[in-house]
T-cell receptor
C-alpha cells in the first residue's frame, strides 16, 4: 500500500526543546516538501528537496532544519529558535517528471508546544 | 510565481453547482493551473489541472478563458461532503514551484 506516512499524529513538547517530525514515502517520488498550516490559514512552504542530500529553504525556513539522506525520508526538526512552533505540519511528495502538477500529502502532524 | 486571488469563503446548498473563480493576472506562458481540496486536519488532495479551455474529470470541471488570467473550478451538484477549502495554484510544474495561497472555504448547507 503506497503512500506517505507522518508520525506521530499528535506531538506535545515543552518550550525550548527541539523536536523531529517524521515523513516517509514509498512512492519512489523524487521531490519532497514540508508545509506548515496555522488555524484558518493556507499552507506555507518550509523546506523542499528534489534529490537526496539536497534541499532548499521555502518561505518560512527560520527555526527549522531538514535532512534528506534517503530518497524515501525527509525529517523536519523544529528547533527552539522557532518562535511559534505550534501548528499543523504537512509533508508531501511528487514525482520529478510526472506531467501532472500533483503532490501527494501525508496525514499531518499536529505539534503543540507549551 | 503567478500570484493567485480567490474568494475567502463561499456558501452553497446541497444539489447546487458551485463555481469558484481564481484570478491570476500574471500567469506565464509555461504555467499550468491546478486545484486542490483540503478537509480539516488532512493534507490537500489534487482535484484537477489544466492549461487552457476546459478540462473535466469525474469530480470537477475547470474552465480557463483564452487570456488565461483567471480560471473557474466547477463542482456539479455539491453535497455536504464537499465542504472544504479549495486552493488554486499556478506554476510551471517545476518541482520547486509548489506554493499555496489562502484558499476558498466552501460551506455546503443542507
Amino acid at each position: 500500500d503506497g503512500g506517505i506516512t507522518q508520525s506521530p499524529k499528535y506531538l506535545f513538547r515543552k518550550e525550548g526543546q527541539n523536536v523531529t517530525l517524521s515523513c516517509e514515502q514509498n512512492l519512489n517520488h523524487d521531490a519532497m516538501y514540508w508545509y506548515r498550516q496555522d488555524p484558518g490559514q493556507g499552507l506555507r512552504l518550509i523546506y523542499y528537496s528534489q534529490i537526496v542530500n539536497d534541499f532548499q529553504k521555502g518561505d518560512i525556513a527560520e527555526g527549522y532544519s531538514v535532512s534528506r539522506e534517503k530518497k524515501e525520508s525527509f525529517p523536519l526538526t523544529v528547533t527552539s529558535a522557532q518562535k511559534n512552533p505550534t501548528a499543523f505540519y504537512l509533508c508531501a511528495s511528487r514525482p520529478d517528471r510526472d506531467p501532472l502538477y500533483e503532490q501527494y500529502f501525508g496525514p499531518g502532524t499536529r505539534l503543540t508546544v507549551t | 510565481l503567478a500570484k493567485t486571488t480567490q474568494p475567502i469563503s463561499m456558501d452553497s446548498y446541497e444539489g447546487q453547482e458551485v463555481n469558484i473563480t481564481c484570478s491570476h493576472n500574471n500567469i506565464a506562458t509555461n504555467d499550468y493551473i491546478t486545484w486542490y481540496q483540503q478537509f480539516p486536519s488532512q493534507g490537500p488532495r489534487f482535484i484537477i489541472q489544466g492549461y487552457k479551455t476546459k478540462v473535466t474529470n469525474e469530480v470537477a470541471s475547470l474552465f480557463i478563458p483564452a487570456d488565461r488570467k483567471s480560471s473557474t473550478l466547477s463542482l456539479p451538484r455539491v453535497s455536504l461532503s464537499d465542504t472544504a477549502v479549495y486552493y488554486c495554484l499556478v506554476g510551471d510544474m517545476s518541482w520547486n514551484d509548489m506554493r499555496f495561497g489562502a484558499g476558498t472555504r466552501l460551506t455546503v448547507k443542507p
